[in-house]
């Protein structure tokens, strides 16, 4: 995962002197001013994907956490709650980010160190920063779970629709810059 991290942040370094979208994502414990870290996100031109690259701390050591584009804004007091259901604007079925049939939102899961921080580097071909109107998160919410994002096929409970992923512990804006 750290490999991973490294990697994307160098392929981010390269690519930064071109005319590319740059957002970031400023995440807090959900509710409170706590920060936890920032979350950058990039997209070069049109059907290139994201990158997105971070690190969060404050979470709950080994634990293997939902992480989705949620379709709600949730204001400045970081009320995760008021993030709304997961950014769906094909009217879909909840999946996993490699799954043909997804939410945009649908990010999969971030592992979390035993020291209860987490590299996040990934990229994505479906979310936009904005090439794509109909996918772009601009403004929307970047949500982190208190549990594992299930996959969407377990059909158990909740899973086609928020993976069970349980309670919203962290949360923050993607904002252009
Ligand atoms: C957070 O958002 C939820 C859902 O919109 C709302 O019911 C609740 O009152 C909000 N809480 C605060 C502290 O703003
Ligand atoms: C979304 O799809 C469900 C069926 O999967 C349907 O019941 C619902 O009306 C659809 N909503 C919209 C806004 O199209
Ligand atoms: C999700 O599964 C439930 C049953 O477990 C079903 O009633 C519902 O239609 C499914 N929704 C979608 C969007 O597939
Ligand atoms: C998160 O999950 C852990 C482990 O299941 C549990 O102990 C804790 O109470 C949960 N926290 C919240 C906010 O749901
Ligand atoms: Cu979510």
Same mark, same amino acid.
């Not at 979470?59 to 584009?69: D, I, K, N, T």
């Given at each position: 995962?750290?490999?991973?991290?490294?990697?994307?942040?160098?392929?981010?370094a390269?690519?930064?002197?071109?005319?590319?979208?740059?957002?970031?994502?400023?995440?807090y414990l959900?509710g409170?001013?706590?920060?936890?870290?920032?979350?950058?996100?990039?997209?070069?031109?049109e059907?290139?994907?994201?990158?997105?690259?971070?690190?969060?701390?404050r979470?709950?050591?080994?634990?293997?956490?939902?992480?989705?584009?949620h379709?709600?804004?949730?204001g400045?007091n970081?009320?995760?709650?008021?993030?709304g259901?997961?950014?769906n604007?094909?009217?879909?079925s909840?999946? @996993?980010p490699?799954d043909?049939?997804r939410?945009v =939102?649908?990010? *999969?899961?971030? #592992?979390? $160190?035993?020291? +209860?921080? &987490?590299?996040i580097?990934?990229?994505?071909?479906?979310?936009?920063l904005?090439?794509?109107?109909?996918?772009?998160?601009?403004?929307?919410?970047? @949500?982190i779970h208190?549990?594992?994002d299930?996959? =969407?096929?377990t *059909?158990?409970g #909740?899973? $086609?629709?928020? +993976?069970? &992923?349980?309670?919203?512990?962290?949360?923050?804006?993607?904002l252009?810059?």
């Open positions: 995962m750290k490999f991973i991290f490294i990697f994307l942040v160098l392929i981010v390269v690519v930064r002197e071109s005319d590319g979208i740059h957002a970031h994502a400023e995440m959900a409170t001013n706590d920060f936890i870290g920032t979350i950058n996100l990039y997209e070069e031109k059907a290139w994907g994201v990158i997105m690259t971070g690190f969060v701390n979470l709950r050591p080994l634990a293997v956490l939902g992480f989705h584009v379709s709600e804004p949730i400045n970081h009320n995760c709650t008021a993030g259901v997961h950014f604007p094909y009217n879909v909840h999946g @996993m490699s043909s049939v939410h =939102g649908d990010l *999969g899961n971030i #592992e979390v $160190n035993a020291d +209860g921080g &987490a590299y580097g990934l990229r994505d071909n479906v979310i936009s904005g090439f794509d109107k109909t996918r772009t998160v601009i403004g929307l919410p970047l @949500m208190n549990l594992t299930d996959g =969407g096929h *059909g158990k #909740e899973s $086609n629709t928020t +993976g069970n &992923a349980g309670p919203r512990i962290a949360c923050g804006t993607i252009i810059g």
